[in-house]
């Protein structure tokens, strides 16, 4: 079983900070917005003001899951390859911005398949060997991906609701979670590596 790459660490780490920072810089700049009532996509949109400043944070936050998902070599290989689709879906959701009025089918398309895929990941990338991180053993992966199914489902159901006035919050629950999911995933699996080659130095 190959270890995490280093690359797949930093891409993990930087990767739930600068969602945050995108969309919350993006919002702070833009005159009205609602962060708990608006979707973070709003910001994207070709006729917001910070159009191109959220768009390349989004197509930063694929490049870092696509890196997160070629690096992570110990997740199994369907694991990975969800991660990696994954990111792709968040440039095809960036190419084809929600307009502030009315939707976009190839929008939602992206985003819904990002969400799923982002949430199911784990179920993919377990591991069954006694070896394996426990974290990607079949309890802790199912665990994992019950909580992070629950919350997003949570989110298209209140996404689907015209009368909803919490979308954002909901949003920005979901994603900073699914961002935070990898991040810890990936630092506990490289660490806990690190730990065992230290180990065997020393004998």
């Not at 179920?123 to 919350?151: E, V």
């Not at 298209?156 to 629950?173: C, F, H, K, M, Q």
């Not at 995933?185 to 660490?191: K, R, S």
Request: aromatic share 10%; with cysteine.
């Amino acid at each position: 079983m190959k270890p995490i790459s280093k690359i797949a660490v930093v891409a993990a780490v930087i990767g739930p900070v600068q969602s945050v920072l995108g969309w919350t810089i993006s919002g702070a700049i833009t005159p009205g917005y609602d962060a708990g009532r608006q979707t973070i996509s709003e910001l994207a949109s070709l006729d917001a003001p910070t159009h191109v400043l959220q768009s390349t944070f989004f197509i930063l936050g694929g490049t870092l899951t696509i890196l997160a998902a070629i690096f992570a070599h110990t997740f199994a290989f369907p694991g990975r390859l969800a991660l990696f689709i994954s990111g792709l879906c968040t440039y095809g959701l960036t190419i084809f911005p929600t307009p502030l009025i009315g939707h976009s089918a190839m929008h939602l398309l992206f985003a819904i398949t990002s969400f799923v895929l982002s949430a199911g990941w784990m179920l993919a990338a377990m591991r069954f060997r006694k070896d394996s991180p426990a974290i990607i053993r079949p309890k802790w992966a199912i665990i994992q991906t019950a909580y992070q199914a629950a919350i997003a489902i949570a989110f298209l159901i209140v996404w689907s609701d015209p009368a909803a006035t919490n979308i954002g919050i909901w949003e920005r629950v979901v994603t900073t979670s699914q961002a935070l999911q990898v991040s810890v995933v990936v630092l506990v699996i490289y660490f806990g590596q690190r730990q065992s080659s230290w180990a065997k130095v020393s004998l």
